[in-house]
Nanobody
Framework: QVQLVESGGGSVQAGGSLRLSCAAS????????MGWFRQAPGKEREGVAA????????YYPDSLKGRFTISRDNAENTLYLQMNSLKPEDTAMYYC???????????????????WGQGTQVTVSS
């Protein structure tokens, strides 16, 4: 049974920072592709960051490059998302997701992922 549990969300003022964590269990974590996604009310889920299994480069949408940083600790089975210079438009439910490695992977596409956490709310006030 794959379990992903996010934490670290909360309320912050614009310009502030948050660090999200995602604890994984029930998987050989280091072999999985991992991603962070978010969904605001009335909007589609969108990818914000993704990371492959090895030391490859992370993936971000152009709109978030420079503000968000994804990292993983394979020894602790934990995925992180450092979010800086937060804006009100970053307000959303944030989810982590996992995918067993396959030859074809679109890192920021939600439908590519098999397992999802329950989400953690991030609210940024102006």
């Amino acid at each position: 049974q794959v379990q992903l549990v996010e934490s670290g969300g909360g309320s912050v003022q614009a310009g502030g920072s948050l660090r999200l964590s995602c604890a994984a269990s029930g998987v050989t974590y280091k072999r999985y592709y991992m991603g962070w996604f978010r969904q605001a009310p009335g909007k589609e889920r969108e990818g914000v960051a993704a990371l492959s299994t090895g030391g490859g480069s992370p993936y971000y949408p152009d709109s978030l490059k420079g503000r968000f940083t994804i990292s993983r600790d394979n020894a602790e089975n934990t995925l992180y998302l450092q979010m800086n210079s937060l804006k009100p438009e970053d307000t959303a439910m944030y989810y982590c997701a996992a995918k067993p490695p396959t030859p074809y992977w679109i890192p920021l596409r939600p439908h590519d992922y098999n397992y999802w956490g329950q989400g953690t709310q991030v609210t940024v006030s102006s």
